[in-house]
């Protein structure tokens, strides 16, 4: 760590665990009452069970990129953050909002539309906060004597983070118009300018961890992205099959969709070739592995399991059933979750002064989180194909099928209990570290012989 | 061998082109698409208001509506075909929320209007053309 400023991150990242807990506490609520047991469904009805399980993974991600940020923009650019106290205020701020919304939840203060389920009001709120955020970003950019392509890559990837959002805070007489621009935020994001920032932390982390040239690395950073929107705008439109629009929207959608996957086989291979070319292997093995984990999983998860169901003639009797869940879960795992774990891995050693890079807790914790999360993965496919063939091929009742399908419900619960442990075991970790302090302040390079740029 | 400049020029060039082709077929969709599938003229005071509670209540968070939600309780967009207006007005207010099969729907306290207005989002949405989906299954017990 070069700059006192950079140990503001820390409070994002451990808010992000604090999250990242919630999260999966609200992931059992509902694997046990898709099992039938919804004992607690008088204090946490389902629905606000999955408003919360949503937006905190959103809240959870969205602070590990803001702490992601914090400590590798100052990095970057060559200098201190421009305000520390205007961050602490955005993050008690970020936080009491979050902490708000989802009590909310709890007493049915919705908006009822799936991940923006954060009501109208708070929604200000979250806009002002973001501003504030990047004020503070872009400031320290301009201060600072550098300016690299990570950090603008990654900038104006939450740049455009916060200009998307607004389209979800528009109000709509008609459903298919609401539903269509609910799209430009969550597809726009997930499929789009959250890889910016993604890719951003990617490249940041591969110049660190690889030695690999920083021209080399930003090349292909370019390149990636360029494939990222090149597919995933007109991607938008696997989400516009069934929604009331024209049907144009079939066949884009469709080409465009299975086009996505090439973005993140990029990405993987990528970040493999990096590796191999680093010559000189960097102390931090847990980064590491969570870094290519990144790229591997996100292309499981995202790339193909997403392009499984992603053409109309399937999505046709996918869409709306547990295959989606499927989906959804080793995506988001994989693009979007390890990309703030490896960055916590990486900063964490370097912001405390604690020198632990590889230990047995750490690699315990990176195998049984995606052990359990690829299980998981094979239950909520189990569930969904079989949910498919019952109810949309043989015309079973909905609920009726819901009761044959409960048993791999049991195998979720079983799988994420194991991720469940990979995550505990990642969290001892870093509560381990213990807090950032100025003893960990170096001239920036920590490792030199691996600088070789 | 592709240099950082043409690299930069192929994100920046592919992403301005492709905004500019989804932009424009977005202001086709909204101008002429909508209207023709949507029955936009159909939308009537009720249905706004039905689909303010749909919102408000997070429907969504169990149904899916147009295959869109959470898959913990039946889809919604052909309802009112499949059980009628009575069924649905039943469900609301059932004393300690409706239950079938076990699986526990919250119980709400809607007024008779609010009721009306329910029913009339979920017959509109029913009528929206919706290229094919929900897909008739193959074989009906």
């Known amino acids: 760590m070069k700059f006192k400023s950079q140990k503001v991150a820390y409070y994002f990242f451990a808010l992000s665990m604090l999250l990242f807990t919630l999260q999966i506490v609200y992931g059992f609520i509902m694997g046990f009452a898709h099992m039938g047991f919804d004992g607690l469904h008088d204090l946490v009805p389902f629905n606000a069970a999955t408003a919360t399980h949503k937006n905190l993974l959103v809240v959870w991600l969205l602070s590990g990129f803001m702490g992601a940020a914090y400590y590798i923009i100052p990095d970057e650019s060559d200098t201190e953050l421009f305000s520390v106290p205007l961050a602490l205020v955005q993050f008690y701020s970020f936080a009491i909002v979050g902490v708000v919304a989802v009590i909310g939840f709890h007493i049915g203060w919705f908006e009822g539309r799936k991940f923006l389920e954060i009501p109208r009001p708070l929604d200000y709120l979250v806009a002002i906060n973001v501003i504030v955020f990047l004020i503070n970003i872009v400031l320290t950019i301009f201060k600072g004597k550098k300016h690299s392509t990570t950090s603008w890559v990654l900038t104006a990837g939450l740049i455009f983070v916060a200009l998307l959002y607004l389209p979800g805070m528009v109000w709509f007489d008609n459903h298919t118009v609401d539903s269509f621009f609910r799209w430009w935020v969550v597809h726009l994001w997930v499929e789009g300018v959250w890889e910016l920032v993604m890719g951003g932390i990617l490249a940041y982390l591969l110049i660190k961890l690889t030695g690999v040239d920083r021209e080399v690395i930003e090349k292909w950073l370019y390149v990636i992205i360029g494939l990222t929107f090149l597919s995933g705008i007109l991607g938008t439109g696997h989400h516009y099959y069934f929604i009331g629009v024209p049907k144009y929207w079939l066949i884009i959608g469709g080409i465009f969709s299975a086009l996505e996957p090439l973005a993140f086989l990029a990405m993987t291979l990528f970040a493999i070739k990096m590796y191999n070319k680093g010559n000189k292997k960097h102390p931090n093995k847990l980064a590491l592995y969570w870094t290519l984990s990144t790229a591997i999983v996100a292309f499981l998860g995202a790339g193909l399991l997403g392009l499984a169901h992603t053409l109309p003639g399937v999505n046709l009797y996918t869409h709306g059933t547990l295959v989606t869940a499927m989906h959804g879960h080793l995506a988001f795992w994989g693009a979007y979750a390890s990309i703030v774990l490896a960055i916590i891995s990486y900063a964490m050693p370097l912001m405390t002064g604690r020198k632990i890079f590889d230990n047995n807790i750490g690699h315990l914790a990176f195998w049984l989180s995606n052990i359990g999360m690829i299980a998981m993965t094979a239950a909520f496919a189990a569930a969904g194909i079989a949910q498919v063939y019952l109810e949309r091929i043989t015309g079973l009742d909905f609920m009726v099928s819901q009761i044959e399908i409960q048993p791999h419900f049991f195998v979720l619960i079983l799988a994420a209990t194991l991720f469940s442990t990979g995550v505990a075991l990642y969290i001892v970790n870093f509560i381990k570290f213990g807090l950032p302090n100025d003893e960990a302040l170096t001239d920036g390079e920590e490792f030199k012989a691996l600088q070789t740029n | ?141």
């Open chain 2, 1 to 141: 061998m592709l240099s950082k400049k043409q690299a930069k020029l192929f994100f920046l060039g592919g992403t301005f082109f492709f905004l500019i082709i989804f932009f424009g077929l977005t202001i086709d969709t909204l101008v002429n698409g909508v209207p023709q599938y949507t029955n936009d003229d159909k939308i009537t005071e009720d249905v706004i208001l039905g689909r303010h509670l749909w919102d408000s209540n997070n429907c969504m968070g169990c149904h899916t509506i147009m295959g869109e939600g959470a898959y913990y309780a039946p889809e919604l967009t052909k309802v009112y075909e499949r059980r009628g207006p009575d069924y649905i007005k039943a469900t609301f207010n059932f004393p300690g929320g409706w239950r079938p099969h076990n699986r526990r729907m919250v119980e709400y306290n809607f007024t008779d209007q609010e009721k009306e207005g329910l029913v009339a989002f979920l017959q509109w949405i029913g009528e929206t053309d919706l290229n094919g989906f929900p897909p008739k299954p193959k074989y009906k017990n």
